[in-house]
């Protein structure tokens, strides 16, 4: 059963704004004798990840809160104050950042550059924040002062220099790691911060893994190049094809529609259909039930509405309880399927992918509780899906949502947001031996879709499913600022922080927030803001998603469900702070559990203000 922790938040200002040769083909003259004999390999990156700790009060100049109501636009939240964000990538399949292998020992890197795929995405303002999707690590020629740097890949900017790194290959398994890296703040990227005495500072660490694959095999004898190979690369590049990261990876590849499957009362119950993937390099389990290394499948319903473009919030409208897989069928939809010494059915191979139509992950006897699961470590009991006694409705397990959050005469111009998550056992069990292959952070996708209808509706795909990133990611564009937090890493999982403030009139500002717990075990209890003078709050809400009742058998307290009892409010001269019972006051209390967001705002008569 999850603990509820409390947290209470203060807000920290993040001030941003927004070929070369391998080997030299001009060589002295030398004796025979000395000339080398062996094997020469030009290597690239078939698959790899990227591991970076950033220390947000180096980039932060080290400021501590802010007042009147919410951060800026520009703030990004930490703490405690020196928490670093550790971010992950996976590294381009075929990424050209070519290394010498001479009969197998390293020689050293050639220029290139690694492409940075993000596993878990924060939201950055600023230069950061709009180059984050396209990062790469360039290996920089001689000459220019720096080994290694992360830029942007289209614009060359660099944010960081890298120094004091080493490298290490490892014949065996072909794999390179460059580990002891530390981020220095470049020239160009203190200059865009406003401070340009910050250049060269510390900014935090980096470091790399890579399994390489050879492009070129030269057989040398007495310094003559006697044959030469160029194998075939093992995956081909594709933008639309998920790359393959060490380890065992599920993700939703696919969210193929959103299906009305009934009604009760003042509510309807729908279901999404999914088609997972596997993103890693190792099969994933799927025993079936009882066994209980499987995944599962929660899914979730977001509306984006209000303001004079229907953009000024976000809110979780609905949630299901989990369909437990069963059986993986290794379809393509995710590009490549290889089977090749991998046990169909019970594993979902590498690069594979698995169907869930809505009416199978709707199907309501095959639907268990939350309250059984650890999001993070992905275990439950082999009674999480016992359903004695249950009499269902039309609604029942499903993803519940009342009819007036889709009445489209009630809801014009609003957008909706199915989302989708696997969860597995077997990524944290790896995660545990593989500590470097950890992929328990990049489960959730979402998709757009159109409502049309009053009572009964249809869903209708905008676009396509934004793979390996929670919903709230959609309210970004709009001008909200997400932040990702990791509050006890290698423990729990992450959650996240939506917020988003407007000037609706003359004197007014309005101040939206939106609070999404993806994978903490622990639940979120209490949320303050703090305010600063003359801030007159007003229009003071709150708003959560229907909650599931009580059935036997589910995992909760006494069977009893989650409390849906509104958060209470207390305003102070400083801060605002809404609440739910604590975990001592009620098992049951109306927290925010995983897979859950809850939405708070009010209005104020001042704007942001940085103190």
Known sequence: MSKITLASFALLLFLCFGNSSATNAAQSKQNTSDAPTGTVQKMIVENGSVSMNLDLNRLNEISSSVEAGVPPADSLYVQPARLPLQLRFAVGANSFFPILVFNDLLRGPAPGTMALIPQSVPTFPGALGASFNRLVIEKLPSGQGFDLAVRDGNTGFTFFNIE??????????????ITGGRLLISKEFANALGRPSDAGAIAGTISIGAVMQPIQIDQLVNGETKSMVMPPIQREADPAVPNLVPGPDVIVGNIEDVDQQGSAGTQVGLAIGTDSCNNGDQPVDWFALPNTDHPVVPQNLYRMSGGGDNTERFEQIGHSWMKHTFEALEDNVCGTCNTSGCQTGTHLCPGCSDPYVSSLNGSQTSIGSRAWINPFTGSFPSSANNHTGHHHDGVSHRIRVNVSDLDTTQNAGATYFGEAAYLSPHEYTWCQSHPDQCNMFNNASYRQFHVTGTTNFNFTAVGNTVRMQPAIQAWVPTGATVNQLEPDPNNDGIWF????????????????YALYNMNLDRAIQSFSVPLGPGANISNIEFHAPPQEPGWSNDGTFNNQGYSSTPWSVNQTSNSITWSTETFAQNQNANAIRWGTLYSFRFDAAQPPQSA
Do not use: C, F, I, R
């Open 164 to 177: 004091g790194h080493q490298y290490d290959y490892d014949p065996a398994s072909k794999s390179l790691a």
């Open 497 to 512: 922080m939506g917020y988003k403030v407007t000037n609706p009139s003359a004197g007014v500002w309005h101040y939206e």
